[in-house]
């Protein structure tokens, strides 16, 4: 369990970073630019180099960002996610990280996809197509658009809500999709698909 939470963290605290510097207007990007693999097939394996994992990368994760066309992930059930015609995703794949020595290495724990900014009412829409779907259960993204529909609800949790991790096949990656509301007005969602088996944790 405390894996789980450090790792949880450390997507969130990355996730943060981002719409922090989205809403600070820094669109300046550092990163060295990575070559789109435009098909991430994993509905079999979810090894590395299934994400176009660069050789020269030794990081436990790393950015890509597609325009719509770029790229298509597939998973099991017939799962697609791909970059929606408003815009690009940000897909951040994330291996064990370094201090899992017991960990698989070419193994994908988790990858994060976050879908462009936009009104919350539209987030919404496409936050209940996609649980349609992958057959998830979209009340509480349904009960956050409510709230957020006149403006940011600044409650304690109240601009976030997620669907909590649930699996659409027995022996496949879980899914989540998580809604987040600005102070600009906008929203983003964001889907993790996680093949972290918290049974291991001791």
Partial sequence: ?????????LLAALVAGCTISFEEGEQTDQRKEVPVKPVWD??????????GWPEDNDLDLYHVEAEPGELKILLPAGVVIEPPPEGPITAIPS????FDTSADHGQLDYIVVNYPREPVRDAA????ELARQWGLDASRLA???ARNADGRD??????????GSQRPTEDGPSLSIDAR???TGESYLSVTVSWY???QET
């Fill in 95 to 98: 291996r064990p990280f370094d």
């Fill in 197 to 199: 088996d918290e049974s």
């Fill in 42 to 51: 994993l509905r079999n394996s979810h090894r590395i180099e299934d994400v």
């Fill in 143 to 145: 009960e956050w658009a």
């Fill in 154 to 163: 600044n409650s304690p949790g109240g601009s976030m809500a997620t669907t």
């Fill in 125 to 128: 829409r496409r936050a209940a």
């Fill in 1 to 9: 369990m405390k894996r789980l939470l450090v790792v949880a963290l």
């Fill in 181 to 183: 509301a600005l102070s």
